[in-house]
């Protein structure tokens, strides 16, 4: 009784997902986003992506589509055990905001200015932007100057077309994968990498360190993968 209620709620689930999926598609058609084609699949979804999108939550194109929805960077803030973190690529925030709701103090990093100041204006959207030190910096220059009990690291997949990569590896990031790890382990004790869900972990074997992976699922779809190194 007990098993086949449970497989009744899943397919429930799974339907109401489908349905869901429809009406975005259906939606895209004329809910045009005002960031290009290549972008409405995002702009769509885009109060999943930021709960409070309507209170002025600023963004770009790549903005848009390299957010980390809201619930995934919740689940990554809630994880994450550490009071202080670097967000290396703060982007317009997404994860930045998860860290400062989750009472971390957050040096958050970017090499673009205009998405710096989008993260800023976002972060007072959620009231946390005086939990959060914006740096505009490169990642590099960040690793080594800014001192935090963890970093986390979300670098540019490359575009909206990352998924047509069968075999994601670290040199499909838009920096160098290999070296942005290199560093990081050699800075901080604590290292987390978001990745696709396409990603291959068996590159990570020529590291020799040990991590948790979390599935970070939007609805009942596999969106990401949070790396947790130790
Ligand atoms: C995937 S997005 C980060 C999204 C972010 N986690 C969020 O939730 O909004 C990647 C960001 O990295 C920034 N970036 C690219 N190269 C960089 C570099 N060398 N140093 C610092 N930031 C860089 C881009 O400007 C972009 O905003």
Redesign the pocket.
């Known amino acids: 009784m007990f098993f086949s209620q449970f497989i009744s709620m899943f397919m429930w689930k799974k339907i109401q997902d489908k349905l869901l999926d429809s009406y975005y598609l259906f939606k895209s058609k004329y809910d045009v986003s005002p960031y290009g084609p290549d972008t409405k699949a995002y702009w769509v979804r885009r109060r999943e992506l930021f709960y409070l999108f309507d209170n002025g939550i600023q963004t770009d194109a790549?903005?848009l589509y390299?957010?980390?929805p809201e619930a995934v960077?919740c689940q990554i803030a809630k994880t994450l055990n550490a009071e202080s973190v670097l967000?290396?690529?703060?982007?317009?925030?997404?994860?930045?905001?998860?860290f400062a709701r989750a009472g971390k103090k957050v040096f958050a990093?970017?090499?673009?200015g205009e998405?710096l100041e989008m993260?800023r204006h976002n972060a007072s959207v959620y009231g946390v932007e005086n939990k959060i030190e914006f740096l505009h910096?490169?990642?590099?220059e960040?690793l080594v100057k800014v001192k935090a009990e963890a970093v986390?690291l979300?670098?540019?997949?490359g575009g909206t077309r990352y998924n047509e990569i069968k075999n994601f590896g670290l040199n499909n990031f838009?920096?160098d994968g290999a070296k942005l790890l290199e560093l990081a382990f050699q800075q901080f004790s604590k290292v987390v990498l978001?990745v696709p869900r396409q990603f291959n972990l068996l590159e990570l074997d020529k590291f020799g360190r040990k991590y948790v992976v979390q599935d970070n699922y939007i609805r009942s779809k596999l969106y990401s993968r949070t790396l947790y190194f130790t």
């Open positions: 790549e903005g390299s957010v980390t960077a967000d290396a690529f703060c982007g317009i925030g997404g994860n930045a905001i998860g990093v970017d090499a673009s998405r993260a910096m490169d990642v590099f960040a986390f979300d670098p540019p997949w838009a920096v978001r």
